[in-house]
Every structure is written in structure tokens, then in C-alpha cells.
């Protein structure tokens, strides 16, 4: 005896209709928890949609930025940097491109005149570390979605040191990656050496 309902599977159309259906389905709901979570779904990026790369200098330093060249062939823009040190101050932002492999920069000493170059390597995994940096908790806001920074820090004596962090600064938050990436100590060169 039946019961009067057809239990005969799908027509296949509406079989194939249905796992696609799922599938997408799921892909989107682990793309909203990974970006609720700060983070991309993705480790190998050989991109990122948008990073800041940003410069750094000691509290009560005047520094001009003379010359930024990014795997010596593109050149960002710089200028002026008087504070303060492990914080994002002047900022690029890049889109759609991998982190460098290289950097170099020459920079000023406005109180002395000295002028410096220095040059590194950034890690071969810099773009892969950038795109799973995670999010942080903010005092008042509450928790953020972390963003990709390469802070490029420069003093006085010639020393740069390069970060990787997922906020600009400390300030009002719990949760934020510092981590240094390389670091070099620069050269002194005279100022017709600044613009080879």
C-alpha cells in the first residue's frame, strides 16, 4: 500500500542543481567565518588585495625619505617622518600586488645632513604570512579585521628594520602582530649618490 507520495529520486539536472547549490553554499559561509575570524581562506596567496606599506622613525627624529625602490624596479613615494617608532606613519597603499622581495631606502638626518642607503631581502613566504595575519580586539570597537602593514622603521645611525603587523598601531589594542622581517644597517652616501 502506498501512501500517495512520488519517491522517485530527482531528475539528475536537479541532482547536479543541488550539490552545486550546496557546495557554493558552504563556500560562502567559510568565507563569512574566515573574515569574521580576521583572516583569508586562502595560505598560498601570491597576491593580496590591499597592504600599506608605511614608515617608521624614533620620536623627535626628523627623517626625509629620499628614495624607496621595491624589487628594483618600482619606486614608491616618501617624505617627511618624525614619530614614532614600530607605528605606521606616512603610508602607500599597494593593491593587488605580492609583497616585495626586496627593499631599498635612502633617507635624510634633516639635523645633521647625513644620508643613508640600505637595502634587504623580505622573506620568500612574506605574502603568504601577510594574507593569514589575524585580527585584533579593539578597546571600543571591538574586534577588527586585521589589514596587512609593512612598516619600514629608520633612524638616526642608518638602521632599518622592516615589520609585518595587521594594525598600524598599539594604541587601544589588544591582539596586534609585530613581527620584525628583516633588518639592515645602511651606508653612508653623499647626495649625489641618492639618484643613481
Known sequence: MTSGKDCSPLPRRHSVRLVLTTILV?????AIAFTALGRTPWSGASSLDAYTIAY??????????????????????????????????????ISDQPMPSSVQVTWSDEDTGSIYRAETELPD??????????????????????HPYLIIGLDTE???????????????????????????QGERIEEHEVHP
Open 56 to 93: 617608521s622613525a624614533h620620536e623627535g627624529e626628523a627623517l626625509l625619505v629620499l628614495r624607496t625602490e621595491l624589487n628594483e624596479d618600482t619606486r614608491i613615494p616618501g617624505g617627511g617622518i618624525a614619530c614614532c617608532w614600530e607605528e605606521a606613519g606616512s603610508l602607500i597603499a
Open 26 to 30: 558552504t563556500a560562502g559561509v567559510i
Open 158 to 184: 642608518g638602521k632599518m628594520v622592516i615589520w609585518l603587523s595587521n594594525r598600524r598601531s598599539a594604541i587601544h589594542t589588544e591582539g596586534r602582530i609585530l613581527d620584525v622581517v628583516a633588518e639592515a
Open 125 to 146: 613566504d612574506l605574502t603568504a604570512k601577510a594574507a593569514k595575519l589575524p585580527g585584533y580586539e579593539h578597546e571600543i570597537f571591538g574586534q577588527e579585521a586585521g
